[in-house]
């Protein structure tokens, strides 16, 4: 049966003798058979579990975005389900799952939509036979036909594009980024970048692209044994290739790399190590059971791909039933990591700060220096802050420059190299270099910011304490490093003017979806100055302060003199 049917998934099961030859599943939008996967042995799949209700789900942005606010039981993401498989069958159980969101636009309210095996269609939970839409699409099942005779797939993503296989436009582009990235790597690390995950796959099954695969995927072997220094050596590859002049999104588990100005051409690039028990370890995950030990390892060599030639692992077929599992020869499109994956090596996956370093390095390296924010403006028009501006998080100096154009004083911190170079720059530019100096600054370093301070305070003269958008990108421990020694380097007069997310800003929607920032209690943080000494002169919180693109966030702004 169809266990599970919703806007993005299908998840179903077959119960079959254990003998019985791989049996094909086939998804069909009225007439047209879209996509067609093989159902796999295991429990790999076994957990997904019935709907759940709207009302409880908390999905504010997916209900936000349908008509009406409203959502169908059927389009809603699925739920794990118990532990162990629940199937009351005592012959084999084989999973399947095709990702479906890229479907909706070619339907009809009337357009049955079925799961067959021989042409028999599936029992669908909660539905019968054959599930119907609840509204019309912009399109129809006629223009689907048209599309996959054309050569377009139904995705791993669900999505409906043009196959991998044929696209040569992209196959060109994507592989001359792939060599391009490779020689970074090499030039700067010695590490071979190859070919991996669905990429290796279509390498080694079928000499060239799976058509329904949607990116290009490729993976160097670190020299540490240690997930969090193999995460740490990522970072460094981001940065590396940030300055190299490439685009860079940190994942958890991977980099998303760019040419500048080519945001529809991209490869992944992902970082694996064997453990210090000598255990391949894939930050990402593996789908299969088997192992690849040490000693498995040959290094790599090259192979023919469409346009050129790739690396991959001499083990190259050990590699892929560890990655995909002992079926791995079936095309199964509608393989589904999340549903599939059997282990991943958890400790190296990049921490929300790693993937804020290279977010900021990325950002600073590519996005001009903006106007002044109005938390600086609003500071600035203020007679009660001091000329003498320590400008802690500058950035690329958006605020710090400004204070200096307005005739103030500055020191200013940040622990992003490129965004000092750029702070650097742009004060030369803009003739006001004699009244401004930027410096790099590891706010996790308490010595070193000690140290910092110690030589940018300066005797008699007062100082502000600016610190916009820093708070809440910190970590807990790294903020109560930063108000200790604040608090132990100020002096009567000083102040202290912040601006950060506050904990009422956590449900509200979020133009960087990807990379979360932490929400700071404001209470707890005005409560700890006052307790050192300082006295609130400005102390508000609400919307409309700070927007950005489609965000509006909840923001605490403070202003302290030191008593």
Not at 25 to 53: I, Q, W
Not at 185 to 213: K, M, N, P, Q, S
Not at 389 to 414: M, T, Y
Not at 455 to 484: I, M, N, T, W
Request: charged content about 25%.
């Amino acid at each position: 049966m169809v266990e599970h049917f919703s806007r993005r998934l299908v998840v179903g099961w077959l119960s079959v003798p254990a003998d019985v030859d791989p049996i094909r599943v086939t998804l069909h939008v009225g007439k047209v058979a879209v996509s067609s996967t093989f159902a796999t042995p295991g429990a790999a799949m076994s957990a997904p579990a019935g709907h759940r209700d709207a009302a409880s789900s908390g999905d504010v942005e997916e209900a936000a975005s349908s008509p009406a606010g409203t959502l169908h039981p059927w389009q809603l993401p699925n739920l794990p389900g118990p532990a162990g498989d629940r199937r009351n069958s005592g012959r084999q159980i084989r999973t399947f799952s095709f990702a479906v969101r890229g479907i909706w636009p070619y339907v009809k309210r009337s357009t049955r939509i079925t799961v067959k095996v021989d042409g028999v269609p599936l029992p669908i939970a909660g539905h019968g036979m054959f599930l119907l839409p609840p509204r019309n699409g912009k399109q129809s099942p006629a223009r689907l036909r048209e599309l996959l005779d054309a050569g377009h797939v139904l995705t791993q993503f669900g999505t409906v594009e043009l196959a991998k296989s044929r696209d040569h436009a992209w196959q060109a582009s994507v592989l001359g980024l792939y060599h391009e990235v490779r020689e970074v790597l090499a030039d700067t690390f010695g590490h071979e970048l190859f070919l991996v995950g669905g990429t290796l796959l279509g390498a080694v099954r079928e000499g060239g692209y799976i058509g329904h695969d949607v990116d290009f995927d490729a993976a160097y072997l670190s020299r540490h044994t240690r997930g969090a220094d193999a995460a740490d050596e990522l970072v460094q590859v981001a940065v590396a290739l940030i300055r190299a002049g490439y685009v860079v999104d940190a994942r958890q588990t991977c980099l998303h790399v760019q040419r500048v100005g080519e945001p529809d051409i991209r490869i992944d690039v992902f970082h694996v190590y064997f453990d210090e028990d000598g255990l391949f370890a894939f930050p990402w995950g593996v789908a299969g059971t088997s192992t690849v030990r040490r000693e498995d390892w040959q290094g790599t060599r090259r192979t023919p791909f469409p346009g050129g030639w790739g690396l991959i692992p001499d083990n190259a077929e050990q590699m892929v039933e560890h990655l995909y599992g002992a079926d791995w020869r079936l095309p199964k499109p509608g393989f589904n990591w999340n549903l599939e994956r059997t282990a991943y090596a958890a400790e190296g996956r990049l921490t929300d700060d790693q993937r804020g370093i290279v977010h900021w390095e990325s950002r600073y390296a590519y996005h001009d220096v903006d106007d002044p924010s109005s938390f600086c403006r609003l500071v600035d028009q203020r007679p009660d802050t001091p000329a003498a501006v320590l400008d802690l998080g500058c950035g690329d100096g958006r605020d710090a420059i400004a204070f200096a154009a307005a005739g103030r004083s500055v020191s200013a911190l940040d622990r992003s190299e490129l965004g000092v170079q750029r702070a650097r720059l742009t004060a030369d530019q803009l003739g006001v270099s004699d009244r401004v100096s930027v410096q790099v600054c590891d706010f996790h370093d308490p010595a070193g910011l000690h140290r910092l301070l110690d030589g940018e305070l300066r005797d008699g003269e007062p100082v502000l304490f600016y610190l916009r958008f820093l708070l809440h990108s910190l970590d807990e421990k790294a903020q109560a490093v930063l108000l200790e020694v604040i608090a132990e380097r100020a002096r009567p007069e000083d102040v202290l003017a912040a601006e950060f997310r506050t904990t009422g800003d956590a449900q509200r929607p979020k133009h960087q979806r990807l990379l979360r920032p932490r929400f700071v209690d404001g209470d707890a943080v005005v409560a700890e100055l006052v307790g050192a000494g300082f006295e609130p002169l400005l102390d508000e919180e609400g919307v409309g302060l700070s927007p950005y693109h489609d965000e509006d966030p909840l923001l605490r702004r403070v202003i302290m003199r030191r008593r």
